[in-house]
């Protein structure tokens, strides 16, 4: 699955450039650490977007190619901001043959989001994932540590209502 690029407009500060920077000139020696500085920027910024990627590969002197190429490879790394609400539904097997499906659409309609986007104010994120381990509770979804268990489409308004603060 291909990882999506944000389409909300980078708005990184001038103290995460900063940290940025600082983390970069400490590592830049050893290319070997590239990686390494990768998961230190999205501590930063909360995910990898193009103008990081830039900095990391002109400050790491290492093709920007490169750094996309490890950032689209490993799981771990995102090129679009996760919202204050990161809604995470699963889709094992167990969750999508019980309706997960449907429930990730409707949190796409009501959202006006797709996977792996975030909304325009910040608020949501929409991810999918596979098993989280509820089986039993199939289907699972779950909202930052908040876990929601045996849904049906008809509980996304309701889920939605309790983060609108």
């Known amino acids: 699955m291909q990882k999506k690029i944000s389409k909300l407009p980078f708005n990184g500060t001038k103290e995460q450039e900063a940290q940025l920077m600082q983390v970069i000139a400490e590592n830049k020696h050893d290319k070997s650490l590239l990686m390494a500085v990768m998961q230190k920027a999205q501590d930063i910024y909360g995910y990898l977007p193009r103008e990081v990627q830039v900095m990391i590969a002109e400050g790491m002197d290492v093709p920007l190619e490169k750094v996309y190429g490890v950032a689209t490879f490993y799981a771990q790394f995102s090129l679009s901001p996760k919202g204050k609400y990161n809604?995470?539904?699963?889709?094992?097997?167990?969750?999508y043959v019980k309706g997960a499906g449907d429930v990730f659409d409707k949190l796409s309609e009501r959202l006006g989001?797709?996977?792996?986007?975030?909304?325009?104010?910040?608020?949501?994120?929409l991810t999918a994932c596979r098993c989280i381990g509820a089986c039993g509770l199939a289907p699972v979804l779950t909202v930052n540590e908040d876990v929601y268990g045996r849904l049906t489409v008809d509980d996304v308004d309701d889920i939605l209502a309790k983060y609108q603060d």
């Open 113 to 125: 989001i797709g996977a792996d986007e975030c909304t325009a104010d910040g608020k949501f994120s």
């Open 87 to 95: 809604i995470s539904v699963c889709l094992g097997t167990a969750c």
